[in-house]
């Protein structure tokens, strides 16, 4: 894989992001700005996923490329470090991005200037975040994320919207002040923010600095949390998610998988099983959060009345579930979690589009969930719906049976009767609750509620949260391909000795090529920036 | 006696911080915001230990040079922390003026 590859990713859609700026505010009116502002992010996002398969395809091969920016030597220069588990969550994030502009077609962009420009951002902030291979780098790319994500949230406006996104930055801006606390203490310590090299300094870290450099662990572990929506600290995702915009919150989907990823990457080959002194930091708290979580975000999914409030909570179940299955911390439970968040963040999106496509059609009832009208393409709609809440709540034979059988058989001994009992409880309360969900939205008509008529393009807008849910289909019919490749992430993420090597020696030659020598240079100017 | 200065002004400026974050209103809470990143600022600077006299980063006699990394985060920090300060004051006026109150949870009943 060329080091241009992961800097592109980055780079293209910043490039796209501000151009598209530069266009909307030349155009002459605002249609015309968010058509060519519309044409130029497809071009970005469609030119993206070639990209990341080419990267997918070469991780899967084995490879882990490391890019020096400035080509400096490891650990002095930032790296980007792309592995399995990077190039699966950037491919995800580059297709989940193309669905979901393709779903704000019909509306949501038109609420405001700049949806576009935005949606770059984010998936700038995404990719650089997935994969980086520095601590404080990932904190950028962090803050990158998160202020394209508020201003996704606040678009549109609206009195909800103000105040869940209010809250929502708040919360985020402390988050960011105790990851800094973390990097800090951690530095201090260590004298590293490069994470390969992190890994194989806090093996070594004399018994009297232990203490503190757990502290500054669990600081990461809480701020990763709340970027995950871990119980207790979840109470931000409902309203948030509720109050944005239908793609929004779809594109959200894979928000959550950023701090599952982070807890990933920092908990298991940083201060991870046979880390000497602060070896397996994490262990004695994600499993039995995880748990809380599943059972809250089922207790939420049991209580909500209504339809998005609803899927707010099966969203914190579903991270309930990848909690568990990386709480694990053995390389088959991080198989599972792999194959999960790949799964889930597909359905989640599809099921996001799908009712805000329910909640539109239903009129002034919305997405309550009482008596509402017959609403048009009715069969469409309870047909996605049955996919999506089968795979939800892991009926076979869909993808979401997979992931939770996966997670099952991964499950020790030890772990089995609280697991097994939880995981397949909360389950059956969704089967009940979404069911009973369903029968409300398609059966329970009352003929004196009025339905939004059909727009145009009428049912075909469906098209993108039906691509998006029959992904679920395809993952279970490759799921061997998709079991096998998160196997082998697993046990990349777990050969903590490879990557250290990888990443800190084997530094390339000085480069001779004009074209290598202007990646370099673009390279630098990010090192600068970030 | 610098290290013991240097913490208690982290710590005094962290309470003050927090204390006012969790007032209820949005005014306060910016407030608070401001004192907790510089706080968190300084204690990022201090990582690298508290020293004088020393090169900041290269000087050719010298043998002993202050850590330059911490200062550079710091600068990042500061800067992104500027940024998102500006950002959710906007945010706060524009809910204070949509929703006829500072208060964070103004407007709760409106649509539920």
Same mark, same amino acid.
């Given at each position: 894989m060329s080091g241009m590859l992961p800097i592109a990713m980055v780079v293209l859609p910043m490039f796209i992001a501000a151009v598209s700026l530069w266009v909307g505010a030349r155009a002459e009116n605002p249609d015309v700005a968010r058509d060519r502002q519309r044409a130029l992010g497809r071009f970005s996002l469609v030119a993206m996923v070639p990209l990341a398969i080419m990267m997918l395809q070469a991780t899967d091969a084995g490879e882990v490329a490391v890019v020096r920016l400035g080509n400096w030597p490891s650990p002095f220069a930032i790296t980007l470090v792309v592995d399995r588990l990077s190039a699966l969550m950037v491919t995800l994030t580059v297709v989940l991005t193309l669905f979901v502009e393709w779903g704000a077609r019909d509306g949501a962009e038109a609420e405001g200037p700049y949806f576009h420009p935005l949606l770059q951002f984010?998936?700038?902030? @995404?990719?650089?975040?997935?994969?980086?291979?520095? @601590?404080?780098?990932?904190?950028?790319f962090f803050e990158i994320l998160l202020i394209a994500s508020y201003a996704l949230l606040l678009f549109?406006? #609206?009195?909800?919207?103000?105040?869940?996104?209010?809250?929502?930055?708040?919360?985020?801006?402390?988050?960011s002040c105790l990851f800094l606390i973390a990097v800090g203490v951690i530095y201090g310590l260590l004298g590293t923010l490069n994470m390969a090299d992190l890994a194989a300094k806090a093996a070594l870290v004399p018994a009297a600095d232990a203490p503190l450099l757990k502290a500054g662990a669990l600081l990461l572990l809480l701020v990763f949390g709340i970027k995950a929506a871990i119980v207790p600290v979840h109470l931000w995702l409902p309203s948030t998610y509720h109050a944005a915009a239908g793609p929004v919150s779809a594109l959200f989907a894979i928000m959550t998988k950023? #701090?599952?990823?982070?807890?990933?990457?920092?908990?298991?080959?940083?201060?991870?099983?046979?880390?000497?002194?602060?070896a397996s930091v994490a262990e004695p708290w994600v499993l039995p959060v995880g748990l809380a979580t599943l059972v809250v975000g089922t207790l939420g999914v049991l209580a909500a009345n209504d339809f998005k409030k609803m899927l707010t909570y099966v969203v914190v179940a579903s991270v309930g579930t990848q909690a568990i299955a990386v709480g @694990?911390?053995?390389?088959?439970?991080?198989?599972?979690?792999?194959?999960?968040?790949?799964?889930?963040?597909?359905?989640?999106?599809?099921?996001?589009?799908?009712?805000?496509?329910?909640?539109?059609?239903?009129?002034?009832?919305?997405?309550?969930?009482?008596?509402?009208?017959?609403?048009?393409?009715?069969?469409?709609?309870?047909?996605?719906?049955?996919?999506?809440?089968m795979s939800t709540v892991g009926l076979p034979p869909l993808s979401g049976f997979v992931g939770k059988a996966l997670l099952l058989a991964a499950v020790p001994t030890a772990w089995q009767p609280a697991v097994w009992t939880v995981t397949i409880v909360t389950s059956f309360v969704m089967l009940v609750q979404l069911a009973r969900i369903g029968s409300v939205l398609f059966w329970n008509i009352s003929s004196d509620r009025e339905a939004t008529p059909e727009v145009p393009p009428g049912v075909r807008s469906l098209a993108p949260a039906a691509s998006l849910l029959t992904a679920s289909v395809v993952i279970s019919l490759f799921g061997q391909q998709l079991d096998t490749f998160s196997r082998a992430t697993a046990a990349q993420i777990y050969d903590r000795a490879r990557t250290i090597e990888r990443v800190m020696t084997d530094a390339e030659p000085p480069p001779k090529d004009p074209q290598k020598k202007k990646a370099q240079k673009k390279a630098k100017k990010e090192g600068g920036d970030a | 006696m610098m290290n013991l200065a240097f913490s208690a002004?982290?710590?005094?400026?962290?309470?003050?911080?927090? *204390?006012?974050?969790?007032?209820?209103?949005? *005014?306060?809470?910016?407030?608070?915001?401001?004192?907790?990143?510089?706080?968190?600022?300084?204690?990022?600077?201090?990582?690298?230990?508290?020293?004088?006299?020393?090169?900041?980063?290269?000087?050719?006699?010298?043998?002993? *040079?202050a850590d330059p990394i911490p200062q550079a985060l710091v600068l990042t920090a500061i800067v992104i922390g500027l940024a998102m300060t500006a950002f959710v004051i906007v945010v706060a006026?524009?809910?204070?003026?949509?929703?006829?109150?500072?208060?964070?949870?103004?407007g709760r009943e409106d649509d539920a």
């Open positions: 984010q998936v700038m902030g @995404l990719n650089g975040a997935f994969m980086t291979g520095d @601590l404080f780098n990932l904190f950028v549109g406006q #609206g009195k909800q919207r103000l105040r869940a996104a209010l809250h929502y930055i708040v919360l985020n801006l402390v988050g950023v #701090g599952m990823y982070a807890i990933i990457r920092v908990f298991i080959p940083i201060f991870g099983p046979g880390q000497g002194e602060v @694990l911390f053995t390389q088959q439970g991080l198989a599972a979690a792999v194959f999960y968040i790949a799964h889930s963040t597909l359905l989640t999106a599809g099921f996001f589009l799908l009712a805000d496509a329910v909640i539109l059609r239903r009129g002034e009832v919305g997405g309550r969930l009482s008596a509402g009208p017959l609403i048009p393409s009715a069969r469409a709609l309870a047909v996605l719906y049955l996919v999506a809440a | 002004g982290v710590g005094i400026v962290a309470a003050c911080g927090v *204390y006012l974050l969790l007032r209820a209103r949005t *005014y306060t809470i910016v407030l608070g915001l401001l004192l907790v990143s510089y706080a968190t600022n300084l204690f990022l600077f201090a990582s690298g230990r508290l020293s004088i006299d020393k090169a900041p980063i290269y000087a050719e006699d010298t043998t002993s *040079y006026m524009i809910a204070n003026q949509k929703l006829g109150s500072d208060h964070v949870d103004a």
